[in-house]
């Protein structure tokens, strides 16, 4: 069973950063892919970053340059450091993993929505 647990959201001020995390379990000995999503109010959920089939990263346009995505395999965790914050980034924000490559985040972030989910974890950007 594939369980994703996000911690370190909070309210930051425009410039800030946040690293988020994810305790992941289920995953080992399986050929999953994980990555992180978020969501805007009022708008639908979009890939920010994820693992390619050759364990390379992609990143939304939105975040590259400022976001950066890191696993500990040794102890399950995923990694989400957000740097240079804006109120766009203010979502909910989701730890996810899915049997095929997160690829396409960097071209259409909203091409499909992977298989398993976190619960979610706030992140306010705001003065």
């Known amino acids: 069973q594939v369980q994703l647990t996000e911690s370190g959201g909070g309210s930051v001020q425009p410039g800030g950063s946040l690293r988020l995390s994810c305790s992941t379990s289920?995953?080992?000995?399986?050929?999953?892919?994980v990555g992180w999503f978020r969501q805007a109010p009022g708008k639908e959920r979009e890939g920010v970053a994820g693992?390619?089939?050759?364990?390379?990263?992609a990143y939304a346009v939105a975040v590259k340059g400022r976001f950066t995505i890191s696993q500990d395999n040794a102890n399950n965790i995923l990694y989400l450091q957000m740097d240079s914050l804006q109120p766009e980034d203010t979502a909910m924000y989701y730890c996810v993993a899915d049997s095929e490559s997160l690829w396409w985040i960097a071209y259409n972030p909203t091409y499909r929505q992977p298989l398993h989910w976190g619960q979610g974890t706030q992140v306010i950007v705001s003065s």
């Open positions: 693992y390619d089939n050759d364990g390379s990263a």
């Open positions: 289920g995953l080992t000995g399986r050929n999953y892919f």
